[in-house]
């Protein structure tokens, strides 16, 4: 599975967002763009869509930002891919091609393959549906909270 830099963009404001929601604190683009080392034109675009699907909020204004619109316990991972993406797997390479039947039973290989491929796409949107952006928030504060001496 390849992950788009605009997915991996989204999920990292995301992750900024939800960093900041339980003071509900309001952030601006260049803070998450700098903190994430985003394009900020690219991070417009981006919290745009995020902002259209209802996964974030902005506050006009000399102290506006953007926001999470839900908690980060109730965005998934799954939300945010599916919203840069729009599917978690590409499967339209086998929608095209040449038709090859496969000896014995007759059945197009092409079909066949493309249920198994419809099934991994289902079970990795279930992995990515159980993955909430407050669980990912609590990793990378448990990782960055480690010191070495």
Known sequence: ??????????????????R???????VQINDIALRQGIPRKYLVQILLQLQRAGLVKSKRGAAGGYMLARSPGEITLGDVMRTTD??????????????????GN???TRS???E?????????GTIMDGITFEEICR???SH????YI
């Open 144 to 147: 960055t909270s480690m010191y």
């Open 112 to 114: 066949i393959l493309k």
């Open 86 to 103: 729009g599917t978690l797997l590409s499967i339209e390479s086998l929608e095209s091609g040449s038709t090859r039947r496969q000896a």
């Open 116 to 124: 198994v491929w419809q099934d991994v796409q289902d079970r990795l």
């Open 106 to 108: 007759g059945q197009d």
């Open 1 to 18: 599975m390849r992950v788009s830099a605009k997915a991996e963009y989204a999920c990292r404001a995301v992750l900024e967002l939800s």
């Open 139 to 141: 990793k990378t504060e």
């Open 20 to 26: 900041c929601f339980s003071v509900q604190e309001v």
